[in-house]
Nanobody
Framework: DVQLVESGGGLVQAGGSLRLACAAS????????IGWFRQAPGKAREAVSC????????YYPDSAKGRFTISSDEVENTVYLQITSLTPEDTATYYC??????????????????????WGKGTLVTVSS
């Protein structure tokens, strides 16, 4: 069975950093793109970053450029999201998701409701001011 398990969330003070991890299993890692998405209370889910394990390309929407860094460990089948300079506006549940890398990473990430087939249960990040 496909499994995506997020970890690394928690309570952090504004200005701090976190590294989230998404451990993947049950599928051929290098055939998939994996992305990080977040949903704040009362808001729509949004893309944070995606990476293709097929060709290594990454994508960040404009809102995520600069403070978010996605990386992939093909040995551990894990994708990481490093977040720096956290603000209370980063408070959200962060989800990782996987989709077959059949299209450009940007498209898979932006159209995640179509491009991502499997989702984890999420990890909560709370940033205190």
């Amino acid at each position: 069975d496909v499994q995506l398990v997020e970890s690394g969330g928690g309570l952090v003070q504004a200005g701090g950093s976190l590294r989230l991890a998404c451990a993947a299993s049950g599928f051929t890692f290098n055939d998939y793109a994996i992305g990080w998405f977040r949903q704040a209370p009362g808001k729509a889910r949004e893309a944070v970053s995606c990476i293709s394990n097929s060709d290594g390309t990454t994508y960040y929407p404009d809102s995520a450029k600069g403070r978010f860094t996605i990386s992939s460990d093909e040995v551990e089948n894990t994708v990481y999201l490093q977040i720096t300079s956290l603000t209370p506006e980063d408070t959200a549940t962060y989800y990782c998701a996987a989709g077959v890398a059949y299209a450009p990473t940007k498209r898979l990430c932006e159209t995640f409701n179509v491009g991502m087939d499997h989702w984890g249960k999420g990890t909560l990040v709370t940033v205190s001011s």
